[in-house]
């Protein structure tokens, strides 16, 4: 008798069980769009998963599933645009309208959820406001204002930064110590406050803080790596120290190391990005690459690490204050010429082909100030990347490059690792010793970048 309760209690338990899981979450919505599909998606990291998608029909729609969500900021969108974000949890009802609905949402079905949710609206306005009169700001210096109007715009700044700080904190005392809300407000104000010590504000035990807005745990590592990585390119050393020091506040194990290494070598790697703070700081990725990444993380991908292993690759041994490779190779007369037999006070290693156009114009800027940089005791060693000789040494010849050409006919050079020539043009600028002092700078300002260095 005994045994078959237990069996009944247990098979009780294991139907609640499922119950429980089938409906690991359920979130309802009202809103008076067309009828669409829209989305339910999560922050994460620096980066946004979409988890969910369902039809809005009749202006109502209901997102389920049975797998259980984290806890964390999520948010909802159309295919064009995102709506509005709220605090997870199961059973929520929302309601909004298509004109603001980020501003107009409720909330009903969970106490957390409507916290945030009004703390939310109020964080949303300061970020308008501030970013209406920070552009007000620049329009003013732009067309150089008069200085009381500058200072009057400052003081706004200055007055709805105190108001925004101020409320995070409160909103955080507000909380029970060490939940999810307090992580998120304290790191928003970290990443605001300007004279804090940033990272004592994440607790890295939680990886649940991964899953907040753009202006928490993400602005905090970007405010960081500005003050104490971007700033100090002209101390590679230091820039490198505080890039160490925050990876080694994570557990190799946790989603915060990977988070963070990846967002430190990718800003700081130059290949096929449209924005990079200052090239020195390629330096800093290179060492995070061979010290973490010698043999590929667990949370990546063959491709993603091939293509990241490639990148370092092509470089490591260009990174700006190394010594450049030694480059030997024929000129157009099938003499032996070298990078390092070069006396002259500075290099220009030019990469090119006759057949780029903007190769053809890094070229002609160069020649243009050829004589000057002679006299600053410049020389140009100037390599073909290219198959085309006959079409090369016609170029060389018609437009007198009376510098140092080479080409590699038989292809046993390689500078493409070296110095990186996926891509040409590339310009670099050598000392008498052969340390790289400056790289894909703007050849219309040669002048103007050798004179910085002479200083």
């Not at 009903?108 to 300061?126: M, P, V």
């Not at 060389?396 to 009376?402: G, M, Q």
Request: glycine share 4%; charged share 25%.
């Amino acid at each position: 008798m005994r045994r078959t309760l237990i069996k009944i209690f247990l098979t009780i338990l294991t139907l609640q069980a499922f119950v429980v899981s089938a409906r690991a979450y359920s979130i309802k919505l009202e809103i008076d769009l067309p009828d669409q599909y829209i989305f339910l998606c999560q922050y994460h990291g620096f980066q946004s998963l979409t988890i969910d998608s369902t039809k809005c029909k009749n202006g109502t729609a209901k997102f389920s599933g049975t797998t259980t969500l984290p806890q964390g900021i999520y948010y909802i969108r159309t295919k064009e645009k995102k709506l509005f974000d709220f605090l997870f949890a199961d059973g929520l009802n929302l309601s909004t309208d298509c004109k603001e609905p980020a501003y107009h949402l409720n909330v009903n079905g969970n106490e957390a959820s409507k916290s945030f949710n009004e703390a939310h609206k109020t964080i949303l306005r300061y970020w308008s406001q501030r970013n209406e009169r920070t552009e007000l700001l620049s329009v003013i210096n732009l067309w150089k204002g008069n200085n009381v109007d500058t200072l009057k715009v400052q003081n706004e700044i200055d007055s709805l930064d105190k108001f925004y700080l101020d409320f995070l904190q409160r909103e955080w005392k507000k909380q029970k110590k060490n939940d999810f809300l307090s992580g998120l407000y304290k790191m928003a104000y970290a990443a605001q406050c300007p004279d804090c010590d940033q990272l004592s504000y994440i607790d890295f035990s939680n990886p649940e803080l991964l899953n907040t807005p753009e202006y928490s745990f993400r602005k905090l590592i970007e405010s960081y790596c500005w003050k104490n990585i971007s700033l100090f390119a002209d101390n590679i050393t230091t820039a490198i120290a505080n890039a160490e020091h925050l990876v080694q506040l994570t557990d190799p194990k946790s989603e915060f190391r990977k988070y963070i290494l990846n967002k430190l070598v990718l800003s700081y790697t130059t290949i096929n990005r449209g924005y990079h703070p200052d090239i020195r700081l390629e330096a800093v990725a290179c060492y995070l690459f061979d010290k973490y990444y010698k043999d590929k993380p667990w949370w990546m991908s063959d491709y993603d690490y091939t293509v990241m292993k490639w990148e370092y690759d092509i470089t490591k041994s260009n990174v700006i204050g190394l010594q450049g490779k030694n480059i030997v190779l024929p000129d157009q007369n099938e003499t032996e010429r070298s990078l390092y037999g070069l006396k002259s006070k500075y290099k220009i290693l030019v990469f090119w082909d006759s057949e780029c156009e903007v190769c053809i114009e890094k070229v002609s800027h160069i020649l243009a100030d050829y004589p000057e940089l002679k006299s600053m005791g410049a020389e140009v060693f100037a390599v073909y990347t290219e198959a085309e000789y006959d079409q090369w040494k016609q170029y060389i010849a018609e437009n007198e490059l009376n510098w140092i050409n080479v080409s590699d006919p038989e292809g046993v050079g390689t500078y493409d690792y070296d110095y990186g020539t996926y891509k040409t043009p590339r310009l670099y600028l050598l000392d008498e010793n052969n340390i790289i002092i400056a790289k894909d700078f703007d050849s219309a300002k040669i002048i103007e970048t050798i004179s910085k260095h002479a200083n």
